[in-house]
């Protein structure tokens, strides 16, 4: 078993940053991969960023390249995303997640097991 605790999240304004961070516990020696993933009203909820546990590989949705940033401590078994120049268009709620399952890639929801609570940030305008 894998528990996920997101943190972080907020109000802000357009173009201002935001950190979120999420903390692993159990068993996360068996997890390849985490990503973040996030949910507006009325949408469903849509890949944002991912990285590989032990190599570093990431990737990212187009809608936030050059935006976000993320990143894991291997350490505090804690995964991160850094958000800068933020748009009204991000405002969801931001679910961290965990693999226990290897895969090509790791962009779809249906490749994760484990989710966070969710996290909310809105972006005003």
């Known amino acids: 078993q894998v528990q996920l605790v997101e943190s972080g999240g907020g109000l802000v304004q357009a173009g201002d940053s935001l950190s979120l961070s999420c903390v692993a516990s159990?068993?996360?020696?068996?997890?390849?991969?985490m990503g973040w993933f996030r949910q507006a009203p009325g949408k469903e909820r849509e890949f944002v960023a991912g990285?590989?546990?032990?190599?570093?590989?990431?990737s990212y949705a187009d809608s936030v390249k050059g935006r976000f940033t993320i990143s894991r401590v291997n350490a505090k078994n804690t995964m991160y995303l850094q958000m800068n120049s933020l748009k009204p268009v991000d405002t969801a709620v931001y679910y961290c997640?965990?693999?226990?399952?290897?895969?090509?890639?790791?962009?779809?929801?249906?490749?994760?097991?484990?989710w966070g609570q969710g996290t909310q940030v809105t972006v005003s305008s």
């Open positions: 159990g068993r996360t020696f068996s997890m390849p991969a």
């Open positions: 990285i590989s546990w032990s190599g570093g590989r990431t």
């Open positions: 997640a965990a693999t226990t399952f290897y895969y090509p890639t790791y962009t779809s929801e249906s490749r994760y097991n484990y």
